[in-house]
């Protein structure tokens, strides 16, 4: 095992019973080593075995096969537990209690007290932007405000790695968003914690995440940079933009290059070294730009290359 992992998975595998003759194996021989202080998406469809790998890490299910370090002790010691925070994949609070009751709850089953805890929880409401909900009942507390809870609840001791198993799973387009921000805000607050997180968008890991592993019916497909999947001289960009002269858009994009967006017009660029060369150009001249966004196409197509498994049916949304 490489020292600096956090987590280290060595032929493992889970089999379930599912009858009396029956069993289903939801993880497949899996090796994977997530190194300390990265953030490392675990992507793949319904039923790969996102889950059950997350909880046999967590030691809530045993494997049938294989070994699992956390931080370099067996997940199947309990104090292997003491290093990891988790966000369940459907979090639930007893309702009747406050945000804060919550809090001190299973602040003090860890073994928190006093000042210190009340200080950890001040500061754990301002982070995930719910102080003024903590003396409401969680019964009253929405979807996002629930997952924004539950993941205070997963940094009440400052763990070394933690585990969110669908952070964002439904969420709507803003609660997304800020889901996304509060996990790169944790993780530039704390660098030296690991986050390893489970989703079916693409989109989400691609913005929070260093490395993806892929996983498709409990085998791991891919395991690799973002980086190394697009190299930035492939990436394609969309530029909208308004008041272009004719003679200017000739000469920038050539003929028959835009499309008609409500906002102007919008051109197809490759590589950021054409793309500042555009924004350059356009910078000396009355035309406006609106808007520049990264074609995502890309990254879904390297994936699906490096894995070669998925259908275009089985890609995630
Ligand atoms: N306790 C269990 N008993 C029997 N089969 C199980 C059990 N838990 C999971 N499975 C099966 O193992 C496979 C992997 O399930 P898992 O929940 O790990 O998938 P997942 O990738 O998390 O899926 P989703 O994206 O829907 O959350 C599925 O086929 C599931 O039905
Ligand atoms: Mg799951």
């Given at each position: 095992m490489n020292s600096s992992a956090c987590i280290s998975l060595t032929e493992v595998t889970k089999v379930f019973k599912t009858g009396l003759l029956k069993t289903k194996?939801?993880?497949?021989n899996l090796n994977l080593e997530v190194p300390a202080g990265e953030v490392v998406g675990l992507l793949g469809p319904n039923g790969s075995g996102k889950s059950t790998t997350m909880k046999m890490i967590l030691g809530f299910l045993k494997p049938t096969l294989g070994e699992i370090l956390i931080c370099g002790e067996?997940?199947?010691?309990?104090?292997?537990?003491?290093y990891i925070g988790y966000l369940p994949e459907n979090p639930r609070f007893q309702?009747?209690?406050?945000g804060k009751e919550i809090l001190i709850y299973y602040g003090k089953l860890l073994g928190l007290q006093g000042t210190h805890l009340k200080n950890r929880i001040e500061l754990l409401f301002e982070l995930v932007n719910l102080k003024h909900a903590a003396?409401?009942?969680?019964?009253?507390?929405?979807k996002g405000m629930t997952q924004r809870l539950a993941i205070a609840q997963s940094l009440l001791n400052q763990p070394a790695l933690l585990i969110f198993?669908?952070?964002?799973?439904?969420?709507d387009p803003l609660g997304r968003i800020e889901m996304r921000n509060l996990i790169s805000t944790i993780h530039a607050e704390n660098p030296k914690t690991t986050i390893f997180f489970s989703s079916h968008v693409l989109e989400d890991v691609e913005t929070l995440c260093k490395s993806v592993a892929l996983l498709q019916k409990g085998k791991l497909k891919t395991y690799t940079s973002i980086e190394s999947l697009i190299s930035s001289d492939q990436q394609k960009y969309d530029i909208v933009i308004k008041n272009l002269s004719p003679s200017l858009e000739l000469e920038l994009f050539?003929?028959?290059?835009s499309k008609s967006v409500a906002t102007g017009k919008s051109f197809s660029i490759e590589g950021p070294e054409r793309l500042s060369w555009v924004i350059s150009q356009l910078l000396?001249?009355?035309?406006?730009?609106i808007g520049i966004t990264g074609q995502r196409r890309q990254l879904e197509e390297a994936l699906f290359k490096a894995s070669e498994v998925f259908t275009k049916t089985e890609m995630p949304a």
């Amino acid at each position: 095992m490489n020292s600096s992992a956090c987590i280290s998975l060595t032929e493992v595998t889970k089999v379930f019973k599912t009858g009396l003759l029956k069993t289903k194996t939801a993880v497949d021989n899996l090796n994977l080593e997530v190194p300390a202080g990265e953030v490392v998406g675990l992507l793949g469809p319904n039923g790969s075995g996102k889950s059950t790998t997350m909880k046999m890490i967590l030691g809530f299910l045993k494997p049938t096969l294989g070994e699992i370090l956390i931080c370099g002790e067996s997940s199947n010691n309990i104090s292997a537990r003491a290093y990891i925070g988790y966000l369940p994949e459907n979090p639930r609070f007893q309702k009747f209690l406050t945000g804060k009751e919550i809090l001190i709850y299973y602040g003090k089953l860890l073994g928190l007290q006093g000042t210190h805890l009340k200080n950890r929880i001040e500061l754990l409401f301002e982070l995930v932007n719910l102080k003024h909900a903590a003396f409401e009942r969680v019964q009253g507390y929405s979807k996002g405000m629930t997952q924004r809870l539950a993941i205070a609840q997963s940094l009440l001791n400052q763990p070394a790695l933690l585990i969110f198993d669908e952070p964002m799973s439904g969420l709507d387009p803003l609660g997304r968003i800020e889901m996304r921000n509060l996990i790169s805000t944790i993780h530039a607050e704390n660098p030296k914690t690991t986050i390893f997180f489970s989703s079916h968008v693409l989109e989400d890991v691609e913005t929070l995440c260093k490395s993806v592993a892929l996983l498709q019916k409990g085998k791991l497909k891919t395991y690799t940079s973002i980086e190394s999947l697009i190299s930035s001289d492939q990436q394609k960009y969309d530029i909208v933009i308004k008041n272009l002269s004719p003679s200017l858009e000739l000469e920038l994009f050539g003929k028959n290059t835009s499309k008609s967006v409500a906002t102007g017009k919008s051109f197809s660029i490759e590589g950021p070294e054409r793309l500042s060369w555009v924004i350059s150009q356009l910078l000396k001249t009355p035309a406006q730009i609106i808007g520049i966004t990264g074609q995502r196409r890309q990254l879904e197509e390297a994936l699906f290359k490096a894995s070669e498994v998925f259908t275009k049916t089985e890609m995630p949304a």
